[in-house]
């Protein structure tokens, strides 16, 4: 593994600041042009879709605390309705934290030093929410040419254990080794096994303390790729806990706020992974819009990948 970089200078190297210009607010998500959207949509032979979110229930992965699984209640069930011809009908509401379950973070999720992505004032996110870099900003979709790197596959496990780093050679091991290029514009999918972890412990308080993921030393790599969204079956997309003693989530700070990446987080690869294995195809169209929540710093998505 490559020696941990600091994050500050890290982030300076590989910040996107300014690079679609000043009032920017999407980052990465500008490199999904028309272009790579149609070219990724004559990746799609079969005619499969594959669902990579989780169920929105009481059985996820969330222990309590900060964040809670979904709460769904019943305001109309029908039942003491008495209306013209026997017609009956249902509604019902949720109560849930944005992140509770597959979820993108918005580049308002994180800042550091008093500036969000693009030099955005930090203190722009409120009680209100984000002024700046919310997830509506993003509700154009998010959709492309979808890649999705097994590395638990590859190290032949049923998943990574928690604090296991990837790192950028790695990743481009597991690249070759199944036979993919890995291109600009791409939404990088990696698979730790954690999803996996979860469906058979069905331990939250496990799921959460810890996790594989990618170490900081990965930012670099996302950059010279030219990545434009990165997603995991793990919470946080990084190993936890981190590389640095003292610190926490600065891949994080990096992507978002230096590099303007959107993450992915708590996706489900168990059955796409079975399917890209069975026949080496490892890209696919990926479609994943976020909710548009105004000032939202993040949402639950159901992304599709169609192959």
Partial sequence: MPEVPDMRELGR????????????????????????????????????????????????????????????????????????????????????????GSQYDSLAHVHYDDHLYNGHPGDGVTVKGADKCGIHTQAGGIAGRGVLLDIARARGVDWLEAGAAIGPDELDEVAAAQGVQIGAGDILLFRTGWRKKFLTERDPNSFMAGEPGLSLSCAKWLREKDIAVVGSD??????????????????????????????????????????????????????????????????????????
């Fill in 234 to 307: 793990n919470w946080a997309v990084e190993v936890m806990p981190g590389e640095h003693p003292g610190a926490a989530f600065e891949l994080h700070m990096v992507l978002i706020r230096d590099m303007g990446v959107t993450l992915a987080e708590m996706l489900d690869f168990e059955d796409l992974s079975q399917a890209c294995a069975a026949d080496g195809r490892w890209d696919f169209l990926y479609a994943g819009p976020p909710l548009r929540f105004t000032r939202g710093v993040g949402s639950p998505i159901n992304p599709m990948a169609i192959r």
């Fill in 13 to 100: 190297e590989v910040s996107n600041w300014g690079r679609w210009g000043s009032e920017d607010e999407r980052g990465t998500t500008n490199l999904l042009t028309p272009e790579r959207v149609a070219a990724a949509a004559g990746l799609v032979r079969t005619g499969e879709v594959f669902t990579l979110g989780i169920p929105l229930d009481g059985d996820g992965p969330q222990p309590g605390g900060l964040r809670i699984n979904p709460i769904r209640l019943m305001s109309e069930n029908g039942q003491e309705q008495v209306l013209p011809g026997g017609f009956k009908w249902a509604d019902d509401f949720v109560f849930m934290p944005l992140q509770a």
